[in-house]
């Protein structure tokens, strides 16, 4: 499916006003890489900011910074070496490389052909009849392959410490939590935050900034102990949420469920208790920073799309020119990567989990004679009494009889009972080695930047001329103010608009200031990329024997308000902060025509 008309205006005017534009172009550019203007640059600050103040700093989680490149071994525990793979089919005529399920699904009915066997993605591109396109060669009967998107590169001189650019932030929090757990006092639960630049080798990025090659991601750890943690749902239980769970997608009648937090976990459509604390966060904050709500849902993985480790997933999606995309998700990994770090790397992954009181428990153990198991077993002895003792505390019955079968490196080794010298002992323990699970709430701060724009981007007519504006949020938009002097010839209005200019930036607001042409096209400017307000200051603001005022416009609606200069900061601090309407500072003050 082409872009519509909202993806092509708002490339048009992202490029033309400085929001994002493709990068390098002076040498021809490249696919999937996107520069940030001055405009593009500031809205995305001012979101990774929203994000971290409610998801870092309220929520009392700590946060990191890790490298955007780890050495290879990281990427062997955690899977990625192998099974981070798209779907690649290649045009046998142009030589152009595709992603076969996007080709399905932009020419079918098929939501989810990324669930596909590259044989049955082949399959259907031959039923399909699909073409290249680049140059519209037939592509049935090509191979499709997995192709993996992890960037390699090596470390240091030569290839002797291959490494990767990160394909997603929380392997950095993962690697690191043996050291992490101690800042948290190793007590659970505990959320780590990181936000910070991903790479994945796209097939064929598409949309803009939607799907590139280099993005920024948000990501929140939440470790706890699934047997004693549960979130508290009181904050977000009345949140109303539109979700859209398996049991709807897979109906040919299917709609979505509007309901609340707490009823969605009461009922068991949200499954898990922490998917649902975090699916309510989301839901206000998207809200806040400015996502059309009538244009958001919740959709839950389906099975054949849901990671292996993940034992349920949701994702935020946005609607943009009739297609939803996946914003931010939302998943319970359980001890998937934690474990896995714990199996490959030379630390320990566990917390020691105190009970409230000691406990006497009888505990199978072996004490291998390594006399015996060295001459036997040479090299392999010590793997073999590890083996012995993980059989032990797994199934203490298999000691039972005059021998015992363990499996090391795929051989099956066989020992006499005796030598392992099992028993069974009792014994008080202060408490637990736990591997904590992990709740990953993963925000798409591009995608989100590219909602905000699109669900922004608005027309109308002012003074019988068309008008396009941005209605971004107070909170995140670029710029916050517009100072004007009306007129750029009197010396009185020029040093009150810099003083006045100065005072707001003093105060913490990003001002722009302009006394270029009619003030009519100043303030079309500056409603193009998104400034909520704009003040403008003329000589009936000085003249007479009152106190001296300005006039602040309301981007959206083009109202204006005359109101004294003293009052201007506290004004717009309550403005931008969302806890003072425009209508109440009209109601306050004295309306202007304008």
């Not at 002797?160 to 394909?167: C, H, Q």
């Not at 990025?205 to 799907?211: A, G, L, M, T």
């Not at 769970?245 to 009461?266: C, F, L, N, R, S």
């Not at 403008?536 to 416009?553: A, K, L, M, N, Y």
Request: charged share 30%.
């Amino acid at each position: 499916m082409s872009e519509g008309s909202e993806s092509a205006a708002l490339a048009e005017l992202a490029k033309r006003r400085g929001f994002f534009f493709g990068s390098s172009e002076a040498y021809g550019g490249v696919g999937g890489f996107y520069t940030y203007g001055p405009q593009g640059a500031a809205l995305k600050s001012n979101v990774e900011e929203a994000w971290r103040d409610r998801f870092a700093v309220q929520e009392g989680n700590l946060e990191i910074e890790a490298p955007t490149i780890m050495p290879e071994p990281v990427f062997e525990a955690s899977g990625h070496l192998d099974g981070f793979d798209d779907m690649l089919v290649e045009c046998a005529e142009c030589g152009e490389s595709h992603r076969a399920d996007h080709l399905i699904e932009d020419n079918s009915d098929l939501e989810d052909a990324e669930t596909l066997s590259p044989e049955e993605a082949a399959e259907k591109i031959s039923e399909l009849g699909l073409v290249c396109p680049s140059c519209g060669a037939e592509l049935a009967g090509q191979e499709v392959t997995d192709f993996n998107l992890m960037f390699e590169t090596n470390i240091g001189p030569g290839s002797t410490t291959p490494g990767y650019l990160r394909p997603e932030t929380a392997q950095g929090i993962f690697v690191e939590f043996p050291r992490i757990k101690a800042y948290a006092r190793n007590s659970l639960p505990f959320g780590v935050t990181q936000i910070g630049s991903a790479y994945r080798n796209e097939i064929s990025p598409r949309k803009n900034i939607v799907r590139t090659r280099e993005f920024t991601q948000a990501e929140l750890e939440q470790f706890v102990d699934p047997e004693r943690d549960e979130p508290d749902l009181s904050s977000v239980e009345d949140v109303e949420v539109l979700l859209y769970p398996i049991t709807e997608q897979e109906k040919d009648d299917g709609d979505y469920v509007t309901t609340t937090i707490g009823e969605a976990v009461e009922e068991g459509v949200i499954a898990n208790g922490w998917i649902g604390y975090y699916l309510g966060i989301a839901q206000e904050w998207y809200e806040h920073v400015g996502v059309d709500m009538d244009r958001f849902r919740f959709r839950q993985h389906l099975p054949g799309e849901r990671a292996h480790y993940a034992a349920d997933c949701w994702d935020a999606e946005s609607e943009i020119d009739g297609d939803w995309i996946e914003i931010a998700g939302f998943a319970y990994r359980g001890d998937y990567d934690l474990s896995k770090h714990g199996e490959h790397a030379d630390d320990d992954f566990t917390i020691f989990q105190q009970y409230d009181e000691p406990k006497t428990v009888e505990r199978a153990v072996v004490d291998p004679d390594m006399a015996t198991l060295g001459p036997e077993f040479g090299a392999k002895a010590a793997d073999v009494a590890d083996a012995l003792e993980a059989l032990a505390a797994s199934d203490p019955e298999a000691f039972e009889s005059d021998e015992v079968t363990v499996e090391v490196d795929g051989e099956v080794i066989t020992v006499e009972t005796d030598i392992a010298n099992f028993s069974v002992e009792t014994q008080t323990e202060a408490g637990e080695h736990v591997t904590p699970h992990v709740v990953e709430p993963s925000f798409g701060i591009d995608r989100t930047v590219y909602t905000l724009l699109a669900h922004a981007y608005e027309t109308d007519e002012v003074d019988g001329e068309a008008r396009s504006f941005l209605s971004l949020s107070p909170a995140v938009a670029p710029t916050n103010v517009g100072v004007f002097p009306l007129v750029s010839n009197v010396d009185e209005l020029v040093d009150l608009s810099d003083d006045i200019a100065a005072e707001l930036r003093a105060a913490g607001f990003a001002v722009v200031y302009d006394d270029s042409g009619s003030i009519g096209r100043r303030y079309r400017r500056q409603d193009e990329v998104g400034t909520p307000f704009c003040v403008t200051i003329d000589r009936d603001g000085i003249e007479g024997d009152g106190p001296t005022t300005v006039t602040i416009r309301e981007r959206d609606t083009g109202r204006q308000v005359r109101i004294p200069a003293d009052s201007l900061v506290e004004t717009l601090v309550g403005l931008r902060a969302g806890t003072t309407a425009f209508d109440e500072v009209v109601d306050a003050y004295e309306a202007v025509e304008a």
